[in-house]
């Protein structure tokens, strides 16, 4: 299968999230969770409450109680000037768009899969070019997206996809 753009997106954000401190996890979960972010953008948000009732976990819809737990921890996320809706599952802090939580299992399932057995490869490629930017683009959404992703998206899903 190819690497798209939704796969660049989320392998550039979760290495921007690195980057920026967060643990391997959380940011990839962040880089889900960005890159769901920007494909509903393009297409058009629909309206979803801010405090889901259920959360969702890898299509099964927790119980009452988890939920409940998981609303008590539900925040608002601020990497730089960006922001994202996240809670507290077993010790670590997830992403959420609606009640859909984002994992790293989700990661590996939806974007390291599209790599083959080449994530690494390119995972190590996308921290190194990350790196290459000043902190102030990386705590900058319009200045990751315009500067980072937008100008290398198609050459780099190209590329990942050849590897």
């Known amino acids: 299968m190819a690497v798209g753009r939704f796969q660049v997106m989320a392998t550039l954000q979760a290495a921007r999230a690195c ?3 967060m ?3 959380t940011a990839k979960s962040w880089g889900m969770n960005r890159a769901i972010f920007y494909a509903a953008a393009k297409k058009g948000f ?5 405090t889901p009732k259920r959360f969702v976990v890898h299509k099964r819809e927790l119980s009452e109680e988890e939920s409940r737990k998981l609303s008590e921890s539900f925040q608002i996320y601020n990497m730089g000037d960006e922001m994202a809706y996240a809670v ?3 010790g670590k802090l997830y992403f959420t768009i609606g009640n859909q939580i984002q994992t790293e299992k989700d990661f590996e ?3 390291e899969k ?3 057995n080449n994530f690494k490869k390119a995972w190590k490629e996308a921290v190194k070019l990350v790196k290459g930017f000043e902190k102030g683009v990386l705590l900058s959404q319009k200045y ?7 100008p290398r998206r198609d050459k780099l899903a190209k590329k990942w996809s050849e590897i």
């Not at 629909?46 to 801010?50: A, C, F, L």
């Not at 990751?144 to 937008?150: D, G, Q, R, S, W």
């Open 23 to 25: 643990e391997i996890s």
């Open 109 to 111: 399932k939806q974007i």
């Open 88 to 90: 507290n599952k077993d």
């Open 46 to 50: 629909k309206r979803v409450r801010t």
């Open 144 to 150: 990751f997206y315009e500067t980072v992703y937008k």
């Open 19 to 21: 980057i920026l401190g």
């Open 114 to 116: 599209r790599f083959g």
